[in-house]
């Protein structure tokens, strides 16, 4: 009963190793291409929204680099792309966002901040995020957004919860919220920093980055995790699913 328990959880991680690869055999995230002397560690082709990330994480200092490329859901390139991590949850509320649109038709694409309190509209205006954000920049490339940014974690983060999104309107110099269809919600997921085969695994319980208490009583933010999986069994499996990970890498490697 657990191993068959465990072969199901373990599956999902399995089916996105199988399409990451197969996405970049199509020119996924490895087809994506950058402004001169601009690179980057890892990437991953995130599952939702046709979004990718790349970065590159020293884990001595905390610093991540990280570029995140979307595209806007308005007709005509108009809109907004979104990158965020979420320190306290693992939904929207509580995200530390990246957004990068053209805060007038005509202006280029630039990159503000966002402390995500809650579901109401956003300001014009940058407000301040949990991470020292530098080096924002925004361009455009074949209808898609490119978001740069630098981010200062707390040194030794391993494991972070991601949340990423689109929208279509961008009013006022600022971004209008974005459509709630399947695939918006569930633009979220932990991302291993080392760039391990679990980067897109499921969100389970947000991150104790601190080695605090568990917050995730107070942690649910955006609902369920992709999987639709309690925090508390997503978490308690996770250990056996890195071993299985590691030994079908094995055995394809014997293979
Ligand atoms: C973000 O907003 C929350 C809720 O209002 C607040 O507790 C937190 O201090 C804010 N973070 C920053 C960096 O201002």
Not at 99 to 119: D, E, I, W
Not at 148 to 173: C, E, H, I, R
């Amino acid at each position: 009963m657990v191993a068959l328990a465990v072969l199901l959880v373990a599956s999902p991680p399995m089916a996105t190793m199988r399409a990451a690869s197969a996405a970049a055999a199509a020119g996924g995230c490895e087809g994506d291409k950058f402004p001169a002397n601009q690179s980057y560690a890892h990437c991953a082709a995130l599952p939702y929204l046709g979004a990718r990330l790349h970065w590159t994480h020293d884990a001595r200092t905390g610093s991540l680099s990280v570029a995140f490329v979307a595209k806007p859901a308005g007709a005509g390139g108009a809109g907004w792309v979104s990158w965020a991590i979420n320190p306290t949850g693992d939904g929207m509320k509580g995200a530390q966002a990246l957004v990068a649109f053209r805060p007038a038709p005509s202006a280029p694409c630039a990159v503000r901040t966002y402390n995500v309190t809650g579901y109401g509209p956003f300001t014009a205006n940058s407000t301040a995020i949990a991470f020292k954000a530098t080096d924002l920049a925004a361009d455009e490339s074949g209808g898609e957004v490119r978001l740069y940014g630098k981010l200062q974690l707390a040194p030794g983060t391993q494991v972070v919860n991601q949340v990423w999104q689109v929208g279509s309107d961008v009013t006022g110099g600022a971004p209008v919220k974005h459509a709630f269809a399947k695939e918006n919600l569930e633009a979220k997921g932990k991302l291993q920093l080392s760039g391990a085969a679990l980067a897109m695994a499921p969100a389970p319980a947000p991150a104790a980055a601190n080695g605090g208490s568990s917050p995730a009583k107070g942690g649910s933010g955006g609902g369920a995790s992709p999987s639709g999986e309690k925090p508390s069994s997503a978490t308690s499996v996770s250990a056996p699913v890195f071993m299985l990970l590691a030994l079908a890498a094995g055995f394809m490697a014997i293979l």
